[in-house]
């Protein structure tokens, strides 16, 4: 009869920290509840919110947004705040619209745009 001892197999990349292929971690798919006490949440839960209120939002999307107007067929359509809401409007991607309002385009979604700041361009395009 022989002992055998299996070899313990290591469960993340010594180099990066990953979990290596094959290995499921004991709290995938799992709610905080399942499996950490609740003084444990509170803790985390307090700690987070506290990252959050120190978090820099300069490198969040829309922190630096411009008032965007467009026109269609000489007639205002109102203020959206980014080009994010303004292509949401036009059913086009945002940086279309950009390209639009610092004059690298003529329309994007069928609406020429502006940025609001540039109103002697934009006023101009409205038929009364």
Same mark, same amino acid.
């Given at each position: 009869?022989?002992?055998?001892?299996?070899?313990?197999?290591?469960?993340?990349?010594? =180099? $990066? /920290? %990953? +979990?290596?292929?094959? *290995?499921?971690?004991?709290? #995938?798919?799992?709610?905080?509840?399942?499996?950490?006490?609740?003084?444990?949440?509170?803790?985390?839960?307090?700690?987070?919110?506290?990252?959050?209120?120190?978090?820099?939002?300069?490198?969040?999307?829309?922190?630096?947004?411009?008032?965007?107007?467009?026109? =269609? $067929? /000489? %007639? +205002?359509?109102?203020? *959206?705040?980014?080009?994010? #809401?303004?292509?949401?409007?036009?059913?086009?991607?945002?940086?279309?619209?950009?390209?639009?309002?610092?004059?690298?385009?003529?329309?994007?979604?069928?609406?020429?745009?502006?940025?609001?700041?540039?109103?002697?361009?934009?006023?101009?395009?409205?038929?009364?």
């Amino acid at each position: 009869m022989e002992l055998y001892i299996e070899r313990e197999r290591p469960v993340r990349n010594m =180099q $990066n /920290g %990953r +979990f290596l292929p094959g *290995f499921i971690p004991h709290n #995938k798919g799992k709610r905080w509840d399942e499996w950490m006490s609740k003084p444990m949440r509170e803790k985390r839960k307090k700690e987070l919110a506290e990252s959050l209120k120190k978090c820099d939002h300069s490198k969040c999307g829309g922190h630096n947004a411009k008032m965007i107007v467009g026109i =269609q $067929n /000489g %007639r +205002f359509i109102g203020p *959206f705040h980014g080009s994010m #809401k303004a292509a949401d409007y036009a059913g086009c991607f945002p940086e279309q619209i950009r390209n639009v309002c610092k004059g690298k385009g003529y329309t994007a979604g069928s609406i020429k745009w502006f940025y609001e700041e540039d109103f002697e361009k934009w006023i101009k395009e409205i038929k009364e």
